[in-house]
């Protein structure tokens, strides 16, 4: 006998488990994820940092608003999710200018070297400051939405992979692992494979594609200072920050990729070693561990977010790309008002309190999940 429930969440990720918390109490919510473990692909493989700065304009008003909404929630818990720590973009003057926002200010690369003297002298010849920046505890963040969730009734069921969904009167019946469960809104926060899910459903997807995104840790002879910021090249080659006594390196590679348990290639650690240490005086002296995730993204890059105007109940909360984290908070926000409302809401219709800066965000590149 099937389950029953106003909205079902596939996905366990820090998409499906901000809407989760952002929910609860509300209405009855199950989600659902296919891993044995929650945040296992994408969400446990995190940057850790929001920075407000980075991206298009909608997802820095999204992260913005993230921001506000979590420091709101820090006030309540014995550890903060947020820890202030700055970004800095290193890099030739034509590609800082073209990666800066108005969230940073431009400061000399003898500012940019004081702030990390790992850096070496002549390797760059302008730089940006972003001092709006967080470290994210991110395990944290997650288990906060996950026991906010549970207490308030949402039942979260692992191991569960969707093999079948219809649209059945006025509800989804789905299939997942050995359960069934029925609802009215059926939410798909499944991140790579969000356009798969669509398929199991009968929806049309929306051409999302995974980007494989490389990190690792890596012991060095000199650590970088504790209130070092996060250095990223303006020219996407690399981006580096301090981890206790290690640093945390990428290649920042945006490699096209199915959807899949995504892991390190062959040789691109090695490389982005070798360019560490020919920019920087860190002495990167072995890998500790490395892993890579995928970065889900809409043709236009702007985060995907609202009921498909072709499927009745079928919500997109989906393609946030490389910043699932700074934007969550902001998109599980909208996403619960309009699932809570029961139709798609409009700009126009908006209020002008928070919740509109989402709405009004999006709306100002595209609203529609479907031009």
Not at 16 to 33: F, K, M, P, R
Not at 124 to 136: K, R
Not at 356 to 369: D, G, K
């Amino acid at each position: 006998m099937a389950a029953h429930y106003d909205v079902l969440i596939v996905g366990g990720g820090i998409a499906g488990l901000s809407l989760a918390s952002a929910l609860a109490g509300t209405c009855a919510v199950a989600l659902v994820e296919a891993e044995q473990e929650l945040a296992y692909h994408t969400s446990s493989r995190s940057a850790r940092q929001l920075i407000p700065s980075y991206g298009p304009p909608v997802v820095q008003e999204l992260t913005v608003r993230t921001l506000e909404l979590i420091a709101a929630r820090d006030a309540e818990l014995p550890e903060p999710v947020l820890t202030p720590r700055s970004f800095m973009l290193i890099g030739s003057e034509h590609a800082v200018a073209a990666e800066a926002s108005g969230h940073m200010r431009s400061i000399t690369p003898a500012e940019a070297l004081e702030l990390c003297p790992a850096l070496v002298p002549g390797t760059f010849t302008a730089a940006g400051l972003d001092t709006g920046s967080f470290g994210c505890n991110a395990p944290l963040l997650l288990e906060d939405h996950r026991q906010r969730a549970l207490a308030a009734g949402v039942d979260i069921i692992t191991g569960a992979r969707v093999h079948s969904a219809q649209r059945v009167g006025s509800g989804w019946q789905v299939g997942a692992g050995m359960e069934a469960f029925e609802a009215g809104v059926l939410v798909n926060a499944a991140g790579a494979w969000a356009d798969e899910l669509a398929v199991i459903s009968g929806v049309e997807k929306l051409g999302l594609q995974p980007y494989r995104r490389t990190a690792a840790i890596a012991a060095v002879e000199r650590p970088l200072p504790e209130h070092s910021p996060m250095v990223a090249a303006a020219d996407n080659s690399f981006y580096f920050r301090r981890e206790g006594g290690d640093v945390l390196i990428s290649p920042s590679e945006s490699v096209p990729s199915g959807p899949e348990d995504a892991k390190p290639r062959p040789g691109d650690v090695e490389r982005l070693v070798a360019t560490l240490n020919k920019v920087t005086t860190l002495g990167i002296a072995g890998v500790r561990t490395a892993w890579t995730g995928l970065r889900t993204e809409a043709a236009d890059g702007v985060p995907v977010a609202g009921f498909d105007a072709e499927a009745p109940g079928f919500y997109w909360l989906a393609g946030q790309g490389g910043y699932g984290f700074q934007t969550s908070a902001a998109m599980a926000e909208l996403a619960a008002t309009q699932i809570l409302a029961g139709q798609q809401a409009s700009p126009e219709a908006a209020d002008t309190g928070p919740v509109s800066r989402t709405a009004q965000a999006l709306a100002a590149t595209r609203w529609s999940v479907r031009r």
